[in-house]
C-alpha cells in the first residue's frame, strides 16, 4: 500500500473515533440538558411546597413531632429487616420451556410450569388438593353448570387490571378460549388441540361485562378440569394476534400473549439454541392478590442443568436454593440424610403400564395378557429401581383421585401358580415356554426405563413358563414402532394434562397406543361418566370400567411415580399436591 | 505449487467436501427409524394433525426436492444478507431457524474450547519439553504416566470429581452452567444514543463536521513532513473515505434510530469486561475454570506424548549438538531450536483438536450444563430434527477445513520447505 492511501486510511479511523465521540458526548449533553431542564422545573415546583408546608408547620405541635420520629425509626428497623430477608430463590431444574410460553401451543410440563405463575385462568385446584377435584377461585370468583352439563356459566372477579390498566372483563375470556380454538387448525401439536377444546367447546359467550358462558358440544363433567389448566390461560388482545401464536424472542413483554394478571411478570427469558439458559420472574405488583402478600418471594430465578446427578452436585454445592425434577431417587435419599437440605416428598401422577398387541398371537388370546399380569412383580419394581418412591398401582388411575381401585390386586403379583395354571391349557409349559419380545424406552423418556425393563423380565422368567427378551428403542424409534404396531408387548407411560379420571380411564383402549383393542361397554360407561357430577356414580362407573380392565387386561398398570423437590432449609411453602403443579408464590425464604 | 494457488485450491477443494458431508448427513438422518413428525404429539394425533404437521416441516416433499431446496436456501444470498448467517432451515422441533440455533449455542461452545486448549497445549507442551530433557528419569517416568492416565480417564470422571472437590467440599467454584446461577448473564457494551434524532442527514453533517475537521488538521500535519503527493493514490483513498463515511454515518443513524448500540460477543469473559462489571468477569471466569481444566488436562495428554516423542528425536539431531557445542543457552537450543522443529506434528494435533471442540465437547458440555453445540447436536438426533442436525454438521464441516486450513499456512510459516 502507498504512503498515502496508508495515511489517509489512518485519518479514516481517526475521523471516524473522533466524531463517534463527538456524536456520543453531544447525545449524552443533550439528554443531560433535557433532565437538567426537566430537573429545575421539580424543584421550583418542590421550593413551592416546601415553602407551603413550612408554612403549615409553625401549627404542628412538638409532641407531633416525637410521635413522627418514633413512628420512622420503627419503618426503618423494619424496612432493615425487609432487606435483610432473602428476595430472591434461585430454582435448579433440567426441565426447559419446549417451544413456546403461548397457552394456544405449550404443552410441556415446564412451559406450564411458567405460565402458570405468569398467567390467570378462571379457577384453580387448591393447593394441597388430595382428589384434584376442590377448585378454587382464580380470575371467576363463582360458577354453575347447567342440569346437562353442557352450559357453564363463571361470575368474574372485579377490578383485576393488566398492565396497561386494562380493566379484565367477559371480552378477554371470550377472545382468550376463540383464540385457543381458533389455532387448533394451525397448531396441531398445541395443547388446545391435544385436549380437545374444539370437540368439547362449540362457543364462549360474554353475557355481560362480568360474566361469561361456556356452551359445550356435549355433557362434560370434567370441564373444571380442563378450566384449570394452563391451556385456559387468559391472554392479552394486544400481544396475542388471533391467527397466530406468539413466538420466543428477546422481549419477555412480547414473548408471551398471556396477560400477566397472575402473581409474577416474565422479567427475563433467555434462550440458546431452543433450550432455556435463564428464567426470572418478578413480583407481579397489579396482581389480583398482592393484598393477601402473594407472591410471598419477590424474584424467581430459574437454572438449567443438563441432566439429574448435575443438578444434585449444584445443590450440594450451594448454587441453587432449590431443585425440582429431575433428582434421582438415589440422589434424593441421600440428600434426605444431609441435615443441610430438607426434602419435600408429594404425590405424583405419572403413570407407568404395560401394553399388549391384541390383534396378533399370542396376545390376542386374553389368557396370556392375564396371565402376564398376574405374573409381574410390582413392589419389587418400586422397591428395587424406585426405592420405594414409587407405588404400586392396580388400577389406571392413581391413588387417591376419584375412580381408583385395587382392582389388579386380583390378579396378585408374582402370582406364579395362577400364570401357569393359565398358560397350561394353551401348551405352554416348562419345556415349551411362552416366548415374547418385551420392549421399553431407552433414552431416558421414561425415568429408569432400562432397570425396570430387567426386573420385568426377572419376574416373567421366574414363572418357568417365561422366555422374554428385552428389546429397547430410543425415543424417536420408539414411536415410530409403536404407530406401526410392531412391537407385541411394550412399556408406556402418561402423563395427565388435566387432573381428573376422565383423563386416565380411557388409556386401557386409546387408539393412538395402537394395541387394537376396543371395548364398547367400557366406552359406554366412560362417557356416561363424563356426563354427570354425581361423583358417587362417577366412582362406581370407574370402577366397573375397571373391572373389566382386569379381565380384559389390553392395558396393566405397573406404578405410579411419587414427587420430591429438595431445598435449602431456609425455605418454606412447597406444596406437592396430586395436580404436580409447583406454585412459587407460595413459597418463602425464613 | 505456490503458496497462494495452493491456498486458493485448498479452500475450493472445500465445497465438494462440504457437499458430500451434507449429502451423507441427510440421507443418513432420514434412514434412521423415527419420525419428527410424530414426535410433536407426544399423545394423541389425528391423522389431519400429523399431514398438517408433515406440511409444516416440508416433508410432505419428494426427497430430491427436500435436498434440493435445501442446498437452494444455503446459497440464498438475500437470506445471509437479511439475517448474517446461511439459511439453515427451521428446526424440525422449535420451528426457529436453525442458523440463528447455532451461531447462539456456538460462543459457549467456542469460550471452552479456547481456554481448554490454551490450557492443554501449554501445560502438554511445557511438559512434554521437560520429559524429553530429563530422558529416563524419574520425573520421565511421571510425566509418562501423567500423559497415558490423563489420555485415558474419561471426561465425566474427572469433571465429577472436580465438582465435588472444588463445588461440594470447598465450595469456592460452581459445579456447572456458564455463571453462577445467583447472577444475570453478562450483556455485553450497550450504548444508549438517546440524541434526539434528526434523520440520516443531520447525523450524517453533524458527524462529518466533526471528522472532516479533525482529518484537515491531520493532513495539514502531514504536508509539513513532505509527503509525497500522488493523484492516483490520493483519488483512491478520497473515494474510499467517503464511501467508509455514508457507511458510518448510515449505522450510527440506525443505532440512533434504534436508541440503543449493542456490542456482546457471546464470550463471558469478554462481554463482562465490556459491560465494565467486575463481579461477573470474576464469576464467569470461576464457573469457566472447572470444565476448561477438565478438558485442558484430559487433552493435555495427547500433547505430552506427542512433544515428548518428537522432542527426543530431535535433540538427537546434530544441529542441536552444535548448537550447543556454540555455546548457545540451554533455553535458548530446547526452545528455539529443538521445539520449533518438533513442533509441526504437535500443531497438526493442536489444530485437529480445536477443530474437534468446536464441534462441541459433548460430555464435558454435558457434566458442566454447559450450553453449547455439543448439548444441542445430541438434543436434536433424539429428536430427529434433521435440518438441526444437517445445519450442525455443515458448520462443522467449515470450522475442520478452516482450522486446517490456518494449520496448513502456518506449516508453511514454521517449516519453510513446505513453501517450495
Redesign the interface.
Known amino acids: 500500500m502507498?504512503?498515502?492511501?496508508l495515511?489517509?486510511?489512518?485519518?479514516?479511523l481517526?475521523?471516524?473515533i473522533?466524531?463517534?465521540s463527538?456524536?456520543?458526548y453531544?447525545?449524552?449533553v443533550?439528554?443531560n440538558v433535557s433532565t437538567v431542564s426537566s430537573d429545575v422545573l421539580k424543584l421550583a415546583e418542590a421550593v413551592a411546597n416546601l415553602t407551603l408546608t413550612i408554612g403549615n408547620f409553625s401549627t404542628v405541635s412538638l409532641e407531633a413531632i416525637a410521635n413522627l420520629q418514633a413512628k420512622l425509626a420503627a419503618m426503618e428497623a423494619a424496612l432493615a429487616k425487609m432487606t435483610l430477608a432473602k428476595k430472591?430463590l434461585?430454582v435448579?431444574t433440567t426441565d426447559s420451556v419446549?417451544?413456546t410460553l403461548d397457552p394456544a401451543q405449550a404443552?410441556d410440563y415446564f412451559g406450564w410450569c411458567i405460565l402458570q405463575q405468569i398467567a390467570g385462568t378462571l379457577i384453580s385446584v387448591k393447593p394441597g388438593s388430595t382428589t384434584g377435584a376442590d377448585f378454587v377461585p382464580e380470575l371467576a370468583v363463582s360458577w354453575n353448570s347447567s342440569q346437562d352439563l353442557t352450559v357453564w356459566d363463571f361470575d368474574l372477579r372485579q377490578g383485576v387490571t393488566f398492565w396497561d390498566g386494562t380493566e379484565f372483563n367477559a371480552t378477554h375470556v371470550k377472545y382468550s378460549f376463540d383464540r385457543a380454538i381458533a389455532l387448533i387448525?394451525k397448531i396441531?401439536?398445541g395443547a388446545p388441540?391435544?385436549l380437545g377444546y374444539g370437540d368439547i367447546i362449540n362457543h364462549t359467550e360474554d353475557l355481560s361485562k362480568y360474566k361469561v358462558r361456556f356452551h359445550l358440544n356435549f355433557p362434560f363433567s370434567p370441564f373444571m378440569g380442563i378450566l384449570a389448566c394452563r391451556a385456559s390461560a387468559i391472554v392479552e388482545p394486544t400481544y396475542a394476534p388471533i391467527a397466530q401464536i406468539n413466538?420466543?424472542s428477546g422481549d419477555p413483554r412480547a414473548s408471551t400473549p398471556v396477560a400477566f394478571v397472575g402473581p409474577y411478570f416474565l422479567s427475563?427469558w433467555?434462550?440458546?439454541?431452543?433450550?432455556d439458559?435463564?428464567i426470572?420472574l418478578d413480583k407481579n405488583p397489579f396482581y389480583w392478590n398482592a393484598t393477601s402478600q402473594y407472591p410471598k418471594t419477590e424474584h424467581i430465578?430459574f437454572?438449567?442443568?443438563?441432566?439429574a446427578?448435575?443438578l444434585r452436585?449444584?445443590v450440594?454445592?450451594?448454587?441453587?436454593d432449590m431443585a425440582f425434577r429431575h433428582i434421582s431417587p438415589t440422589d434424593v435419599l441421600d440428600l434426605e440424610q444431609n441435615p443441610n437440605f430438607k426434602v419435600w416428598w408429594g404425590t405424583g401422577a405419572f403413570v407407568q403400564y404395560l401394553c399388549f398387541q391384541t390383534k396378533r398371537a399370542p396376545f390376542n388370546d386374553t389368557r396370556v395378557r392375564v396371565a402376564i399380569a398376574a405374573a409381574l412383580n410390582r413392589s419389587s419394581v418400586c422397591k428395587t429401581v424406585f426405592l420405594d418412591l414409587a407405588q404400586p398401582l392396580y388400577s389406571i388411575i392413581p391413588p387417591e383421585m376419584l375412580g381408583h381401585t385395587e382392582a389388579f390386586k386380583k390378579l396378585g403379583d408374582a402370582n406364579y401358580t395362577f400364570t401357569r395354571s393359565l398358560l397350561a391349557p394353551l401348551g405352554y409349559n416348562e419345556t415349551h415356554k411362552l416366548t415374547f419380545d418385551l420392549w421399553y424406552e431407552s433414552?431416558g423418556h421414561y425415568p429408569m426405563s432400562a432397570e425396570q425393563a430387567l426386573l420385568y423380565k426377572g419376574a416373567l422368567d421366574a414363572s418357568g413358563v417365561m422366555q422374554v427378551t428385552l428389546k429397547s428403542?430410543?425415543?424417536?424409534?420408539y414411536?415410530?414402532?409403536r404407530?406401526s404396531e410392531i412391537m407385541d408387548a411394550f412399556v408406556y407411560g402418561w402423563?395427565p394434562d388435566y387432573v381428573d379420571p376422565d383423563d386416565y380411564s380411557f388409556l386401557y383402549w386409546?387408539?393412538?397406543l395402537h394395541t387394537n383393542y376396543s371395548n364398547a361397554t367400557q366406552l359406554a360407561l366412560y362417557n356416561e361418566a363424563r356426563a354427570t357430577t354425581n361423583l358417587t356414580r362417577r366412582t362406581e362407573l370407574y370402577a366397573q370400567i375397571d373391572n373389566i380392565a382386569v379381565e380384559q387386561c389390553s392395558v396393566v398398570p405397573v406404578y405410579v411415580s411419587g414427587a420430591w423437590a429438595v431445598t435449602m432449609p431456609n425455605v418454606d411453602g412447597i406444596y406437592l399436591d396430586i395436580t404436580q403443579d409447583m406454585r412459587y408464590w407460595l413459597i418463602y425464604l425464613k | 505449487m505456490g503458496l497462494r494457488s495452493y491456498i486458493v485450491t485448498r479452500i475450493l477443494l472445500t465445497i465438494p467436501t462440504l457437499l458430500l458431508l451434507l449429502s451423507m448427513v441427510f440421507l443418513v438422518m432420514r434412514v434412521l427409524p423415527g419420525d419428527p413428525v410424530a414426535l410433536h404429539f407426544e399423545k394423541k394425533a389425528e391423522p389431519w394433525q400429523l399431514e398438517d404437521m408433515r406440511r409444516k416441516l416440508g416433508l410432505d416433499k419428494p426427497l430430491w426436492a427436500q435436498y434440493a431446496d435445501y442446498i437452494w436456501g444455503l446459497i440464498d444470498i438475500n437470506y445471509i444478507l437479511a439475517y448474517g448467517y446461511p439459511n439453515l432451515g427451521k428446526s424440525m422441533q422449535t420451528f426457529e431457524e436453525v442458523g440463528g440455533q447455532i451461531f447462539s449455542a456456538f460462543p459457549a461452545t467456542l469460550e471452552l474450547a479456547i481456554y481448554s486448549m490454551i490450557i492443554a497445549s501449554v501445560m502438554g507442551i511445557l511438559l512434554g519439553v521437560v520429559a524429553s530433557k530429563s530422558y529416563n528419569s524419574i520425573l520421565d517416568h511421571l510425566i509418562r504416566g501423567f500423559g497415558t492416565v490423563t489420555y485415558a480417564v474419561p471426561v465425566f470422571f474427572l469433571g465429577i470429581i472436580f465438582q465435588l472437590v472444588f463445588g461440594v467440599f470447598l465450595r469456592w467454584l460452581p459445579t456447572g452452567l456458564r455463571i453462577r446461577a445467583s447472577v444475570a448473564p453478562p450483556t455485553g457494551l450497550t450504548i444508549i444514543l438517546s440524541m434526539p434524532s434528526g434523520g440520516f442527514i443531520s447525523n450524517f453533517l453533524l458527524s462529518s463536521i466533526a471528522g472532516l475537521t479533525i482529518s484537515a488538521i491531520c493532513i495539514a500535519l502531514l504536508k509539513v513532513k513532505h509527503v509525497k503527493f500522488r493523484f492516483k493514490g490520493f483519488a483512491i483513498s478520497l473515494a474510499v473515505f467517503i464511501i467508509a463515511w455514508v457507511v458510518y454515518a448510515y449505522v450510527s443513524w440506525y443505532f440512533v434510530l434504534k436508541g440503543k448500540l449493542q456490542i456482546a460477543t457471546g464470550l463471558y469473559t469478554i462481554d463482562s469486561l465490556l459491560e465494565a462489571n467486575p463481579v461477573k468477569f470474576v464469576e464467569s471466569v470461576k464457573a469457566l475454570l472447572l470444565p476448561s481444566l477438565t478438558l485442558g488436562i484430559i487433552l493435555s495428554g495427547i500433547f505430552v506424548r506427542l512433544t515428548r516423542t518428537n522432542m527426543l528425536e530431535t535433540l538427537r539431531l546434530d544441529f542441536v549438538t552444535a548448537a550447543k557445542a556454540r555455546g548457545l543457552r540451554e533455553s535458548t537450543v530446547t526452545y528455539g531450536y529443538a521445539l520449533r522443529n518438533a513442533f509441526l506434528p504437535i500443531l497438526t494435533m493442536l489444530g485437529l483438536q480445536f477443530a474437534m471442540l468446536l464441534g462441541g465437547a459433548i460430555l464435558t458440555e454435558t457434566t458442566f450444563s454447559w450450553p453449547g453445540l455439543g448439548r444441542y447436536i445430541v438434543q436434536r438426533i433424539y429428536f430427529r430434527d434433521y435440518t438441526a442436525i444437517q445445519g450442525a454438521v455443515v458448520m462443522f464441516g467449515l470450522f475442520v477445513t478452516l482450522v486446517s486450513l490456518v494449520v496448513d499456512i502456518l506449516y508453511a510459516y514454521f517449516d519453510p520447505r513446505i513453501r517450495l
Not at chain 1, 433467555?270 to 433450550?275: D, F, I, L, Q
Not at chain 1, 437454572?303 to 441432566?307: L, P, V
Request: glycine share 6%.
Open positions: 502507498e504512503k498515502i492511501e495515511s489517509i486510511a489512518v485519518l479514516v481517526i475521523g471516524i473522533v466524531s463517534s463527538t456524536m456520543y453531544t447525545s449524552t443533550i439528554s430472591t434461585v435448579g419446549e417451544l404443552y387448525t396441531p401439536e388441540a391435544g413466538h420466543t427475563e433467555k434462550r440458546v439454541a431452543g433450550r439458559i435463564e426470572k430465578i437454572r438449567f442443568y443438563s441432566d446427578p448435575t452436585l449444584a450440594e454445592a450451594g448454587d441453587v433414552s428403542a430410543e425415543w424417536a424409534s414411536k415410530t414402532n404407530d402423563y386409546a387408539s393412538w
